[in-house]
């Protein structure tokens, strides 16, 4: 809590205007276009009209960023003009008059105050003293951070009082420009001395989405986690739970912000750099967050469902349709006999607390005892992972809202009850897993390049095993199909005028469907020589991929011959036509580009960790980035053929060289992406005066230098933010190191290019750093976007 001193006191303007002060004494007052403005600068409270919008408010925000606004008071009673005013009634309160002096709001302290003061702190809080009250004595009469509105600065309660029932809230703004109280609630659940948060949605509290329990250390699937910048405090006494955050490093600004939509961010702005916000963290930040999604006794992963060991899916017909919500039963039901025991899963998001239980200071043998005395006990949990963990929670009935969480990060074991014979079945099947992983992964090693089809086949036959008991022999397209004839009427009989681009494996026509729709229409070739089934089969891998920052699926065709995929339309093409043209580059601002460096990188995220199948793109490319109207990036061409892809300029050496692919050769690509991205340059066909490196080793050669900026595109000088700018480079040289295991993985190199407090690696020299001899120049291809190659043309580069 800021600490304040006598001194102040005696700069209370005694002149109506207050500008340029952090105080607001008694007969002074504040109208629109006066504002006060806390001692060190950072918060500023005032009159505001919302963007579109005609009404005014009593706001607070960021001075350096005052489309921040952290506070509103009279939410639900706007001025209809400009014509407000903040001052003291006669007894002291803070009230905001309208024109006729009517009160729209009012701080409702019930007390006379003497000689009461205002005062804007540099937390953001907006307190209110009485003049005569000892000042060494922090105690305020009334405080904003009491009065939340959609937003939880450092330092500012969410609280729940256990004696009055007050509850201290995140209420939504009803949309982008209207603070008034909208849709969605953030509040406390607490059963049986168990919290959680919850977005709960209406006055219904029906349908909600749920982070974890507190579990000593953080509330698990929260934005706010125990690590920087934001480090979260909970504190639970008899009388009052209460959860806040606290920021240590001091040029960091944090606020955890209940959208509109009823998404919780975590937005953080390093002040020294700019005063552009990123949002870090979001809740519900995938698919798995939806409460509920999987039903009952199934864990969501990725964008799929899994039934926990030893249950099976309650409507398999349903379940193969990727429709979970009829959740999962017991293949063999317990009766309680003798030999029943428990199944650990390891880093889940624990169950809802429906029908709990918790004993604070059980052991975790202590606790596995009790349930499994208790014959309706179905599942227990440590409560609190602190030390070597504490508290016993135990689960009675259907265990509901599990997600697969990162492995490590303070996230706790859930163990489920099995009948006797269960047990005995799943050690079984877990030995049998082990010998078929083994197989496969020999199978790999062993030089077989159609992997595409292996991998699916390893992450089908997994999903086997794990759906427990459900044998899935044959699995139905839950995609729409459309006629061929609707197509060639959408794409006007496939006509060249209608032709966007050229994929790896076919054209792409721009496609007007009856309903109006804009679709991308890719027409397989024939040559591509797929069979049915294989085509299915990787229909329902694309189908199942969905993210933001991945080209959505919309349907496809098959009719005789044709194999038709549909695809959501991107009116910006891709980034290529971008990055990479004189002109047009110029409309892609740093903001931009690092915007779409990072949804590529959040679409890489989902690909290689937080899909159901990890996926290796493979072919990761500026053409494969395709941007929509607001030039939001999206990652497109996860169709796979049976021959090796990847572009010439984006293939990691050992990929390029001897076909070996893997997470951290897309990473590779990934930093090419990164680089071309900064330098408006391609790396294929980069060429430079003073030497024959390519793009990679020539942002290195200027980084090693200390020169990294230089790499950066001319003209995009005006505006940009140059640790950001140099951070990207040196993540990017980080990214296309020579050996796979120099490389970060897709969610360390996130968090680099975020950059919260992190030191990085120092890159050595990228892969590929031989100067070329002016025979294989890249520079003299004439082949603007380079197609998929081929075999042939990758043995040609093992020639060098
Ligand atoms: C406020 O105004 C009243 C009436 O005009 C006056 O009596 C009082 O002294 C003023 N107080 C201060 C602190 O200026
Ligand atoms: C806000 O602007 C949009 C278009 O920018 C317009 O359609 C809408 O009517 C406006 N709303 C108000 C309240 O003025
Ligand atoms: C804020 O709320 C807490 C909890 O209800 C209460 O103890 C405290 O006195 C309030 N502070 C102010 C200044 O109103
Ligand atoms: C829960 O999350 C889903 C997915 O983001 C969202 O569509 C839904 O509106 C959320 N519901 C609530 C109550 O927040
Ligand atoms: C999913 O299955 C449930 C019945 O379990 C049904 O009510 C619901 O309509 C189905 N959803 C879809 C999208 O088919
Ligand atoms: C309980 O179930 C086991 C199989 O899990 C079975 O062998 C046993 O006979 C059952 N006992 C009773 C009392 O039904
Ligand atoms: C807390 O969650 C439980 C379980 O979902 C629910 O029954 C209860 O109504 C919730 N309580 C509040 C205050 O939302
Ligand atoms: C099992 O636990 C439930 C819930 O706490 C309780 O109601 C029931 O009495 C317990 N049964 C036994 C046999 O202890
Ligand atoms: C979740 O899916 C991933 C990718 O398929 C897989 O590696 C992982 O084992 C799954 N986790 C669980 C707990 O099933
Ligand atoms: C904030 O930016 C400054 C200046 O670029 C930098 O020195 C500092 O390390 C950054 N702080 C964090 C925590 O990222």
Not at 105 to 126: K, M, R, Y
Not at 403 to 429: C, F, P
Not at 503 to 516: D, E, M, S
């Amino acid at each position: 809590m800021a600490k304040i001193t006598l001194s102040i006191f005696i700069i209370v303007p005694m002149t109506g205007l207050s500008l340029a002060t952090d105080i607001l004494g008694v007969n002074s007052s504040i109208s629109y276009g006066e504002t006060l403005v806390s001692s060190n600068l950072i918060f500023e409270l005032g009159f505001f009209t919302p963007h579109n919008s005609s009404m005014s408010y009593l706001g607070i925000w960021y001075k350096f960023s005052p489309n921040m606004i952290v506070w509103v008071a009279n939410r639900n009673n706007p001025l209809v003009d400009r014509d407000g005013i903040l001052t003291f009634n006669s007894v002291g309160n803070l009230v905001v008059l309208n024109q006729l002096n009517g009160v729209v709001w009012s701080s409702e302290w019930s007390g006379v105050l003497q000689n009461p003061i205002a005062q804007l702190l540099d937390t953001g809080n907006f307190v209110l003293w009485d003049n005569f009250v000892s000042s060494s004595d922090e105690t305020y009469l009334w405080q904003s951070f009491n009065y939340s509105s959609d937003m939880l600065l450092a330092g500012m309660k969410l609280m729940l009082n256990l004696k009055t029932g007050f509850e201290q809230r995140l209420t939504t703004w009803k949309s982008m420009d209207d603070p008034s109280p909208g849709d969605y609630v953030l509040e406390l659940n607490n059963t049986q001395g168990l919290s959680q948060y919850e977005v709960v949605q209406g006055h219904v509290n029906s349908k909600k989405n749920r982070t974890g329990q507190w579990n000593g250390v953080q509330f698990v699937g929260s934005p706010i986690v125990l690590s920087p910048p934001a480090v979260p405090v909970f504190v639970y006494t008899e009388s009052e739970i209460s959860f806040m955050f606290e920021v240590q490093e001091r040029q960091l600004f944090s606020v955890a912000k209940l959208n509109y939509l009823g998404v919780l961010q975590l937005l953080v702005v390093n002040r020294s750099r700019s005063a552009t916000w990123n949002a870090m963290i979001e809740f519900p930040s995938d698919p798995c967050d939806i409460y509920g999604r999987c039903g009952a006794n199934a864990i969501c992963n990725g964008s799929l469902c899994e039934c926990v060991i030893g249950f099976m899916p309650k409507s398999p017909d349903e379940w193969t349709v990727l429709n979970f919500s009829s959740g999962c039963k017991r293949t063999i039901p317990l009766n309680c006999s003798k030999g029943e025991g428990f199944w650990e899963i390891e880093n889940v998001k624990l169950p809802d607390q429906l029908e709990v239980m918790l004993y604070r200071s059980m052991s975790l043998d202590e606790c596995k005892d009790k349930c499994l005395k208790n014959c309706s006990c179905t599942a227990y949990a440590i409560s609190d992972i602190r030390g070597r963990g504490i508290g016993c929670l135990m689960w009675f009935g259907h265990l509901i809202d599990m997600r697969v969480l990162e492995e490590g990060n303070h996230v706790q074991t859930l163990y489920v009850r099995q009948s006797a014979s269960k047990l005995d079945a799943i050690r079984d099947r877990t030995r049998r897993k082990i010998i078929l992983v083994t197989i496969i992964l020999s199978s790999i090693i062993g030089g077989l390049l159609l992997v595409g089809t292996a991998l699916w086949g390893v992450t089908h036959k997994k999903r086997r095993i794990r759906t427990g008991g459900l044998e899935i022999t044959k699995e139905d397209i839950d995609l729409p199909l459309y006629d061929f004839a609707a197509i060639e009427s959408a794409t006007s009989n496939f006509s060249n005028d209608n032709m966007i681009g050229f994929g790896g494996i076919g054209p792409v026509y721009k496609g007007n469907l009856q309903t109006g729709q804009l679709v991308a229409v890719k027409r397989l070739s024939k040559s591509s020589g797929q069979g049915l089934e294989e085509f299915k089969n990787e229909v329902l891998l694309i189908a199942r991929l969905q993210h933001r920052n991945l080209v959505g699926l919309l349907g496809c065709c098959i009719e005789g011959e044709e194999r038709i995929l549909l695809y959501e339309y991107m009116d910006n093409k891709s980034l290529n036509y971008f990055i990479f043209d004189q002109e047009k580059s110029m409309l892609l601002t740093w903001q931009r580009r690092f915007d779409i460096v990072v949804g590529i990188a959040r679409g890489l995220l989902y690909l290689h960790r937080d899909s159901k199948l990890q996926v290796i793109h493979r072919d990761l490319k500026a053409s494969n980035i395709l941007l929509d109207g607001d030039l939001n990036a999206k990652i497109s061409d996860l169709a796979r053929t049976k021959r090796v892809i990847g572009t010439h300029g984006y293939m990691a050496p050992e990929y390029a060289m001897d076909g070996k692919f893997s997470l951290k050769s897309d990473i590779y690509s990934f930093g090419v992406l990164l680089l071309e991205i900064v330098s408006g340059k391609r790396n294929r066909g980069f060429s430079h005066p003073s030497h024959h490196h390519n793009l990679l080793g020539h942002a290195w050669l200027l980084w090693s230098k200390g020169r990294a900026l230089e790499t950066m595109e001319e003209g995009l000088h005006s505006s940009f933010d140059r640790t950001q700018v140099e951070r990207c480079i040196q993540v990017g040289l980080l990214c296309v190191q020579k050996f796979p295991e120099d490389r970060p993985a897709i969610s360390s190199a996130i968090y680099m290019i975020l950059n919260w407090g992190l030191v990085l690696p120092e890159p050595k020299e990228p892969g590929f750093f031989t100067e070329r001899n002016s025979k294989y120049s890249d520079g003299a291809s004439s082949k603007r976007d380079s197609h998929t190659q081929n075999l042939v043309t990758l043995t040609m580069l093992e020639g060098r």
